[in-house]
Nanobody, 115 residues
C-alpha cells in the first residue's frame, strides 16, 4: 500500500498550489479520502474530505472557499487545490485513505507560504 503526495513547495501569499496524492496497493474507489496538515509545533488537523465516489466533499471552516478537494478514481489520485494561500497554511500536508476498518497515510509534502 502506498500513498504518495506531491505538489508542495514554496509559494508567495495569495498564490495557489495543487497537491496530488497517488494511491496504489488497495481498492482506491472503496475508500474515503482526506487531506490533513501539521504545522510545526501543532497537532495534525483535518483539512478536507471526499467520499469514495466523490459525491460529497467536506472542508474545515478555515479552508472553505479557498481549498477544493477532488478525486479521479480511474487515476487513483486525490487532489487538493489550494488558492489564496496564507502564511498560516504553512504545514506538511498528508493524504489519508479510510474505509472505517483500515486507514492509510502518505509521507507528506511540505507547503511553505512566505514572501
Amino acid at each position: 500500500v502506498q500513498l504518495v503526495e506531491s505538489g508542495g513547495g514554496l509559494v508567495q501569499p495569495g498564490r495557489s498550489l495543487r497537491l496530488s496524492c497517488a494511491a496504489s496497493g488497495f481498492t482506491f474507489s472503496s475508500y474515503d479520502m482526506s487531506w490533513y496538515r501539521q504545522a510545526p509545533g501543532k497537532e495534525r488537523e483535518w483539512v478536507a474530505g471526499i467520499t469514495s465516489v466523490g459525491r460529497s466533499t467536506m472542508y474545515a471552516d478555515s479552508m472553505k472557499g479557498r481549498f477544493t478537494i477532488s478525486r479521479d478514481n480511474a487515476k487513483k489520485t486525490v487532489y487538493l487545490q489550494m488558492n489564496s494561500l496564507k502564511p498560516e497554511d504553512t504545514a506538511v500536508y498528508y493524504c489519508n485513505a479510510d474505509s472505517f476498518t483500515r486507514s492509510y497515510w502518505g509521507q507528506g509534502t511540505q507547503v511553505t507560504v512566505s514572501s
